[in-house]
């Protein structure tokens, strides 16, 4: 449970539970990645609309839906929506042509009102005209069904370079990405350098975020984008230095970039404002634009950070100040890696994996997992836990909170994480947070 006494790192307890407002018991943990049988299928990448009615993932399973269109062998996945209130999956990367996809999907993604899924895919038949021959950006509309090619130039055409890492605003209007195509916008100067693009579904226009200081293209690459609720702010993370000014480290780092005004803001920065030590990634902003979650693996982000690895922090961007996540009972950072963080809509809440073995004081294992941390207190909730409270049998990872904090969703390949007869693939979970 969170919300206990400042700074308290809390393991699941074994006994009763308190309930949330529907009833259902909190610290519990259920599949969501479920076949026609209601047994475990199989799911990956998960992302969660604002309340966590609708969870969209990746998922090989053949019998998530009638029939089956995914790519045979090792082509890769096919997208997925599941209503968890009706306990109902429909197919989100539906071909155009052929009975089934020639490739499969990536960064699966869904919007907060849980209505458009995005995705990557190198499928050549999720759209008519998609004869470019890379990766392309694609967005699924729950409603009517249709699927949508997003990433193409100003002609209408499919981008003439690999798209990745889709993410989208609360409505499905924007979208941000990043791609090597050289003709999404005119004028490319920095040829096949990876850039962040940001895309006006409503009004059709494509922009570039990664601006340098003089108003061109930054030098280096700029990948891994988040976008808020609204469409204006978006986080990426960039290899180049003239982005911002003092940017020295010859590091990659983390940045908000508003787009009403068109500045960039470093993130990864020390309390005195000068950028980390060591590579920053993996930046997620929050839904209302306050709070970015981050990886680094930095050592003068925070004081006493002496662990030698990677950890997960949040950078509050009103005053600037950057706060340890992935924190012991004593405050310091953990034994082992940490990273893959997002934060709730509010900032409130991060969700993040670690394989850190003293997060959490009762927990004895060797696997990677997924905890809650909560800004307000400082608890660290663990979140990949058997029903009993017990380590799991296999590492988890991916994990999603839904906007409102009420779920976090990850995937794990543990097959004692839930009473429902898990079979030794990944799936699909959801804990129960508030």
Known sequence: MLGLATGAIVAPATAAVPTGPD?????????????????????????????????AYDSQGESLVEGSVCPAGLNGPCAYLTDRRTKTTMLASPPVTGDQLTYGVDDVTISAN???????????????????????????????GAVELLSRNPAGEPANG?????????????????SSARDLVPGDPNGPVKDVFLLDRE????????????????????TA?????????????SESSDLVEGDDNASGDVFVHEVATGQTEL????????????????????GDGSAVAFGSAASDLVAGDAN???DVFVADRASGAVTLVSRTPAGVPGDWFSLTAQPSRDGSLITFVSAAADLVEQETHSYVDVYVF????????????????????GQSWRPTISGDGSFVMFASIANNLARDGSRRHYNVYAYRVS
């Open 114 to 144: 849980g209505r458009v899924v995005v995705y990557a895919s190198f499928a050549d038949n999720l759209a008519v005209d998609d004869d470019n021959g890379d990766w392309d950006v694609f967005a699924f509309d729950r409603t009517t």
């Open 203 to 222: 009004a059709g226009t494509t922009s570039v975020i990664n601006l340098s200081l003089d108003g061109g293209r930054s030098a280096l690459e700029s």
């Open 374 to 393: 909560e800004r307000a207190t400082g608890d660290v909730t663990w979140v990949s836990h058997t029903p009993d409270g017990l380590p799991p049998n």
């Open 162 to 178: 690999d798209s990745f890492d889709p993410d989208v605003s609360r409505d499905g209007r924007y979208v941000v990405y990043h």
């Open 23 to 55: 009833g259902q018991p909190l610290d519990t943990i259920r599949l969501v990645s479920q076949n026609l049988r209601g047994k475990a299928g199989s799911g990956d990448q998960p992302s969660a609309s604002d309340n966590a009615r609708w969870v």
């Open 308 to 310: 030698g690895d990677s």
């Open 225 to 237: 984008a988040s976008i808020s609720d609204d469409g204006q702010f978006v986080t990426f993370q």
């Open 267 to 286: 993130l990864s920065r020390t309390a005195g404002g000068d950028p980390g030590n060591g590579d920053s990634f993996g930046a997620m902003i929050s």
